[in-house]
Nanobody, 124 residues
Framework: QVRLVESGGGLVQAGGSLRLSCAAS????????VGWFRQAPAKEREIVAA????????YYANSVKGRFTISRDNAKNMVYLQMNSLKPEETAVYYC?????????????????WGQGTQVTVSS
């Protein structure tokens, strides 16, 4: 079993930055890929970014390319999401998810473990 705990959310003005963290425990962290998803009120959960087990491969949703950076530190069992130039429409609960696979996926149903989420609110 894998436990994921997100932190780092909060209130930020449009154009500002936040760094989300995901702390993992349980199954060997370096054996699974991790993704960040978000869900705004009344909207479906969507992929933001994903990273392979080694960190060599990353995936970004088109809407965040060039502004968000996903990274991981396997020695610390941590995954990060650096978010810059945030927009009000990116207000959402952000979730960290892990999958029993070495490779990235953009598909929500391919992730096996989920954190409880952290709220990000971007004010205009």
């Amino acid at each position: 079993q894998v436990r994921l705990v997100e932190s780092g959310g909060g209130l930020v003005q449009a154009g500002g930055s936040l760094r989300l963290s995901c702390a993992a425990s349980g199954r060997t962290f370096s054996n699974y890929a991790v993704g960040w998803f978000r869900q705004a009120p009344a909207k479906e959960r969507e992929i933001v970014a994903a990273i392979s087990s080694t960190g060599r491969t990353t995936y970004y949703a088109n809407s965040v390319k060039g502004r968000f950076t996903i990274s991981r530190d396997n020695a610390k069992n941590m995954v990060y999401l650096q978010m810059n130039s945030l927009k009000p429409e990116e207000t959402a609960v952000y979730y960290c998810a892990g999958r029993n696979n070495l490779y990235v996926s953009s598909l929500l149903n391919e992730y096996d473990y989920w954190g409880q989420g952290t709220q990000v609110t971007v004010s205009s």
